[in-house]
């Protein structure tokens, strides 16, 4: 009988060694997978946000050589989505698809969020001087649907 409590205690023994160790090894890997996620989504914004600043520098040069600048032509087009206002005004834009309001894009930040009915966006905000008129270049990086 002794023997008999000894094996099945024995099995049972390693029974819950193994299902701890398999419970351990799973939070593991989980855990480095959802490491990966997040460093995916940095790397994404991170790249997104250094192209927007590219567009908006290129956006600049452009309003410098000409008073109507043309921000989408041939092979020289700026990619994303770029709007220029002045006073509250849009006066030049590269994308149809989001046009946002001034309202909503409106504020003294470099960085931040903007929620529009098409999604989540990361919004930076450059003030430029031009022809002694101040003017706001932005652009959205869109991170979410909604």
Same mark, same amino acid.
């Given at each position: 009988?002794?023997?008999?409590? !000894?094996?099945?205690?024995?099995? +049972?023994?390693?029974?819950?060694?193994?299902?701890?160790?398999?419970?351990?090894?799973?939070? #593991?890997?989980?855990?480095?997978?959802?490491?990966?996620?997040?460093?995916?989504?940095?790397?994404?914004?991170?790249?997104?946000?250094?192209?927007?600043?590219?567009?908006?520098?290129?956006?600049?040069?452009?309003?410098?050589?000409?008073?109507?600048? #043309?921000?989408?032509?041939?092979?020289?087009?700026?990619?994303?989505?770029?709007?220029?206002?002045?006073?509250?005004?849009?006066?030049?834009?590269?994308?149809?698809?989001?046009?946002?309001?001034?309202?909503?894009?409106?504020?003294?930040?470099?960085?931040?969020?903007?929620?529009?009915?098409?999604?989540?966006?990361?919004?930076? !905000?450059?003030?430029?001087?031009?022809?002694?008129?101040?003017?706001?270049?932005?652009?959205? +990086?869109?991170? !979410?649907?909604?």
């Amino acid at each position: 009988m002794k023997n008999i409590l !000894r094996r099945y205690g024995l099995l +049972f023994g390693v029974l819950l060694l193994t299902a701890g160790l398999i419970v351990v090894v799973y939070q #593991h890997y989980y855990q480095l997978d959802e490491n990966r996620q997040v460093q995916y989504i940095q790397t994404k914004v991170q790249d997104g946000i250094m192209a927007a600043e590219k567009g908006i520098g290129q956006i600049k040069d452009r309003l410098v050589l000409s008073p109507y600048p #043309h921000l989408k032509t041939g092979k020289e087009s700026i990619k994303g989505a770029y709007y220029v206002f002045r006073r509250g005004q849009l006066i030049y834009w590269t994308n149809n698809g989001v046009i946002p309001e001034y309202e909503q894009v409106e504020g003294g930040y470099h960085y931040r969020t903007v929620s529009l009915k098409t999604g989540l966006y990361v919004a930076i !905000r450059q003030p430029v001087l031009y022809q002694n008129q101040d003017l706001e270049i932005f652009s959205l +990086f869109h991170i !979410r649907k909604e």
